[in-house]
């Protein structure tokens, strides 16, 4: 694979070598991607987004270069080089930096200099397919996102889902004519379990834990290096499934999430669309678990919020089903019904949305009041239509934490109510279509700028909105 060199630079405006080596990396004249930063805060956050760098191209004459900047950069493998054009008395190389370049300095110089302190950088670490004109175009798996407020369980219903699918306890049709054939087959076969299904499992939360739950030994390869290899190329189906895990006693393999909470400035929307395509291309079913936080810019005002809450929104916007898990008590009951109100917000239908109660009782009249409880405060709700939305299911308590521990089959019946109830909201409801590519917005004129409502210029005694305005 092709390697080039990945620099980040800082200097003060108008520094001529810093236009200068972006011109030489702008032209392909330098092997180089060049990154620039207008702040030591920038640099610092782009040092810690898990992204490698070979190294950083710094001004002299910047306040904010100092021993911990050299020493942070330094820490994460990337090499310093600081470029002076004027003496200033202070010995970089004794403050811990690789190198230095006073200007004006050539290409030749930089390369050699670059040769030396740093290492290059490969544009994919995953090996990309070339597409073949003969080959019929591959089927798209289904995904199903599973959520919830915290402590509810959410990440063990989502285990318990994907060994549920993957057992054949749910059918997943992608299609209506395999929708038709399933129900043929099925009245001829009897009742059972169906074709088991190849399942995937995919961490997508900030504060990933299903490492954890799987006892995980190793945290590399995840979330982060999928997305990473879709940023420049589209890996094969081999070599994303080599970047995932197969957990052998409940059929089902793992994505694993990220590595630190903190790690999600490092991912891309459009990498992460193409990475999410590409799971879905390799299995049947994805079941992706996610945290239930989909604010964005158009709730918060806040750009940054939205790319916070990139995966959740990400995976919930072409969920098949949204499978919202919460508890039974008066608290748990109120948090379930206001996560319905986010998924619903965020655009999912709510016929997709699949309320589950956890650690259910076994009577029957507490699990009667928990639904209508469930139904009440929906139906208070305005953009949730209480008729459409499935009917919660209740699962009982049982020794999870112990299959967790011995890496075992979760226990019944939670697999396989899950996956027959899911299965069943997607036969009902279908595979969502395709997302429409945003369209432009047309602006009423003399909307902007005014504290009216853009509706009054259309009055048409009033066409200015000079009255409504004074």
Same mark, same amino acid.
């Given at each position: 694979?092709?390697?080039?060199?990945?620099?980040?630079?800082?200097?003060?405006?108008?520094?001529?070598?810093?236009?200068?080596?972006?011109?030489?990396?702008?032209?392909?004249?330098?092997?180089?991607?060049?990154?620039?930063?207008?702040?030591?805060?920038?640099?610092?956050?782009?040092?810690?987004?898990?992204?490698?760098?070979?190294?950083?191209?710094?001004?002299?004459?910047?306040?904010?270069?100092?021993?911990?900047?050299?020493?942070?950069?330094?820490?994460?493998?990337?090499?310093?080089?600081?470029?002076?054009?004027?003496?200033?008395?202070?010995?970089?190389?004794?403050?811990?930096?690789? *190198?230095?370049?006073?200007?004006?300095? *050539?290409?030749?110089?930089?390369?050699?200099?670059?040769?030396?302190?740093?290492?290059?950088?490969?544009?994919?670490?995953?090996?990309?397919?070339?597409?073949?004109?003969?080959?019929?175009?591959?089927?798209?798996?289904?995904?199903?996102?599973?959520?919830?407020?915290?402590?509810?369980?959410?990440?063990?219903?989502?285990?318990?889902?994907?060994?549920?699918?993957?057992?054949?306890?749910?059918?997943?049709?992608?299609?209506?004519?395999?929708?038709?054939?399933?129900?043929?087959?099925?009245?001829?076969?009897?009742?059972?379990? *169906?074709?088991?299904?190849?399942?995937?499992?995919?961490?997508?939360?900030?504060?990933?834990?299903?490492?954890?739950?799987?006892?995980?030994?190793?945290?590399?390869?995840?979330?982060?290096?999928?997305?990473?290899?879709?940023?420049?190329?589209?890996?094969?189906?081999?070599?994303?499934?080599?970047?995932?895990?197969?957990?052998?006693?409940?059929?089902?393999?793992?994505?694993?999430?990220?590595?630190?909470?903190?790690?999600?400035?490092?991912?891309?929307?459009?990498?992460?669309?193409?990475?999410?395509?590409?799971?879905?291309?390799?299995?049947?079913?994805?079941?992706?678990?996610?945290?239930?936080?989909?604010?964005?810019?158009?709730?918060?005002?806040?750009?940054?919020?939205?790319?916070?809450?990139?995966?959740?929104?990400?995976?919930?916007?072409?969920?098949?089903?949204?499978?919202?898990?919460?508890?039974?008590?008066?608290?748990?009951?109120?948090?379930?019904?206001?996560?319905?109100?986010?998924?619903?917000?965020?655009?999912?239908?709510?016929?997709?949305?699949?309320?589950?109660?956890?650690?259910?009782?076994?009577?029957?009249?507490?699990?009667?009041?928990?639904?209508?409880?469930?139904?009440?405060?929906?139906?208070?709700?305005?953009?949730?239509?209480?008729?459409?939305?499935?009917?919660?299911?209740?699962?009982?308590?049982?020794?999870?934490?112990?299959?967790?521990?011995?890496?075992?089959?979760?226990?019944?019946?939670?697999?396989?109510?899950?996956?027959?109830?899911?299965?069943?909201?997607?036969?009902?409801?279908?595979?969502?279509?395709?997302?429409?590519?945003?369209?432009?917005?047309?602006?009423?004129?003399?909307?902007?700028?005014?504290?009216?409502?853009?509706?009054?210029?259309?009055?048409?005694?009033?066409?200015?909105?000079?009255?409504?305005?004074?």
């Amino acid at each position: 694979m092709r390697e080039r060199y990945v620099l980040l630079g800082l200097a003060p405006a108008r520094a001529e070598w810093f236009r200068i080596v972006g011109q030489w990396a702008a032209a392909a004249v330098l092997p180089a991607e060049f990154i620039r930063c207008v702040s030591v805060e920038e640099l610092r956050a782009r040092l810690r987004s898990q992204r490698a760098f070979s190294a950083v191209l710094v001004d002299a004459g910047l306040p904010g270069l100092d021993r911990d900047l050299i020493a942070t950069a330094t820490e994460l493998g990337c090499a310093v080089l600081v470029v002076e054009a004027a003496s200033s008395g202070r010995d970089w190389l004794a403050l811990g930096a690789a *190198g230095m370049l006073h200007p004006p300095f *050539g290409r030749d110089e930089l390369l050699e200099v670059l040769a030396a302190t740093s290492r290059p950088i490969r544009d994919a670490s995953l090996p990309v397919s070339d597409p073949d004109p003969s080959a019929s175009p591959p089927t798209r798996g289904s995904l199903v996102t599973v959520t919830g407020p915290g402590g509810t369980g959410a990440s063990i219903a989502a285990i318990a889902l994907a060994q549920g699918l993957a057992a054949g306890e749910g059918r997943v049709p992608r299609s209506r004519r395999e929708r038709r054939g399933r129900a043929t087959s099925t009245a001829q076969q009897g009742s059972g379990a *169906g074709r088991p299904l190849s399942v995937l499992l995919a961490d997508l939360c900030r504060n990933a834990d299903q490492a954890m739950l799987h006892d995980s030994h190793v945290l590399v390869p995840g979330l982060q290096e999928l997305v990473e290899a879709h940023r420049g190329g589209s890996p094969t189906r081999a070599t994303v499934l080599d970047q995932t895990f197969e957990v052998a006693d409940r059929g089902y393999r793992l994505l694993l999430g990220l590595r630190r909470s903190h790690h999600w400035v490092a991912l891309r929307a459009r990498a992460l669309g193409a990475a999410l395509d590409s799971l879905q291309y390799c299995v049947d079913v994805v079941v992706a678990d996610v945290e239930a936080d989909l604010e964005g810019e158009a709730e918060t005002g806040s750009i940054d919020v939205e790319e916070r809450h990139l995966l959740a929104r990400a995976a919930v916007a072409r969920s098949a089903a949204v499978v919202v898990v919460g508890e039974g008590s008066t608290k748990g009951t109120h948090a379930l019904v206001r996560t319905i109100c986010d998924v619903v917000g965020a655009g999912v239908p709510a016929s997709r949305v699949l309320p589950v109660f956890t650690r259910a009782s076994r009577r029957a009249r507490v699990r009667a009041e928990q639904t209508a409880a469930l139904a009440a405060l929906a139906g208070g709700a305005s953009r949730v239509s209480v008729s459409a939305l499935p009917s919660a299911i209740h699962l009982p308590s049982r020794p999870v934490d112990a299959a967790l521990r011995d890496g075992v089959a979760l226990p019944a019946p939670l697999p396989a109510r899950l996956a027959r109830a899911v299965t069943a909201v997607i036969e009902r409801a279908g595979q969502p279509a395709a997302a429409a590519p945003a369209e432009p917005e047309r602006v009423v004129p003399g909307s902007l700028g005014r504290l009216v409502d853009p509706t009054d210029v259309d009055d048409p005694d009033d066409p200015t909105g000079e009255e409504q305005a004074s």
